[in-house]
């Protein structure tokens, strides 16, 4: 079980496949463990090396002790590359991994061989939603997970198919959120809500990368990936039509598929130290 001491936490992170293969980074979601991206982690562990992170105040991760931002967490992955022995790999991120992945991509170039963004943006978040996100938070932080909050959460995280499709699935869920740390949920909201503009700095992305859209994620939805695949030169664009915000979870055979894809026809090798 590797873990990686920081200033402010622990950071857990499981180490699969062949140790001289092709390296993949994958970050989850905010409200999400290593469960998200485990169908992904174990197909591509087949013939790549999958360091598969949680972070901060997520999983078997500790929770930080203090507030931290995005390029905080942009320096835990390379923290983890280092770690784990690896110059540079693709990093694959989801929601707030996907900010992360960015940003690394931005102040840590040489690390980073490829994106693929699922479901993310590059935007700060409204002065609407920051104010309703931290409202929940606190309430998180004082009360924990409630139902009602909850209840709230579930659709922007689902589609409204996933959701009468898979309710057991969506019940596990509630529950996964229900037992997380009410520090560290609310620092990891914190840096969300608060993240900065990344639009201006985009262009200095030039490594290939995928941006993968959930055409019904209503947490972000279709202008966010649109501003990515506009401000990076040359990134591609997958749309998964019905897909809700965690479209790993909802549709992990088609996000497999799409990784494999732009990972074929984008041959890179990793580098070890």
């Known amino acids: 079980m590797p873990l990686v001491q920081r200033s402010t936490c622990t950071l857990h992170y499981d ?14 979601s905010l409200l999400c463990d290593a469960a998200m991206f485990a169908h992904l982690a174990q197909d591509l562990a087949h013939d790549h090396r999958v360091l598969h992170l949680e972070l901060r105040g997520h999983g078997r991760s500790s929770a930080p002790s203090k507030r931290f931002t995005q390029e905080d967490q942009a320096q835990d992955a390379v923290a983890v590359l280092d770690h784990a022995g690896v110059r540079s790999a693709t990093m694959v991120g989801l929601s707030q991994g996907g900010f992360t992945a960015m ?39 004082a009360v924990g997970v409630t139902e009602p909050v909850a209840k709230t959460v579930v659709p922007l995280m689902f589609s409204e198919t996933f959701m009468r499709s898979a309710p057991h699935e969506v019940e596990r869920f509630k529950d996964r959120w229900k037992s997380m740390d009410r520090r560290g949920l609310f620092y990891a909201v914190d840096a969300v809500a608060n993240r900065t503009d990344l639009r201006p700095q985009l262009k200095r992305i030039t490594c290939p990368t995928l941006v993968i859209e959930g055409g019904a994620d209503r947490a972000l939805p279709a202008p966010h990936s649109k ?6 030169v040359g990134a ?36 070890y130290a």
């Not at 180490?15 to 989850?28: E, N, T």
């Not at 690394?104 to 104010?131: C, G, K, Q, T």
């Not at 501003?227 to 990076?232: A, K, L, P, R």
């Open 15 to 28: 180490d699969l496949g062949p140790r001289d293969a092709h390296c993949v980074l994958l970050m989850p």
């Open 103 to 141: 940003r690394a991509a931005i102040h840590y170039r040489s690390r980073v061989d490829a994106l693929v963004i699922l479901n993310s943006s590059a935007a700060r978040e409204s002065a609407f939603n920051r104010a309703k996100y931290m409202a929940l938070a606190a309430s998180v932080l």
């Open 227 to 232: 501003s990515i695949v506009d401000g990076i």
């Open 236 to 271: 591609q664009h997958a749309l998964m039509a019905d897909a809700g915000h965690l479209s790993s979870v909802e549709q992990p055979d088609r996000v497999r598929d799409l990784v494999r894809e732009f990972l074929s026809k984008n041959p890179v090798r990793s580098v």
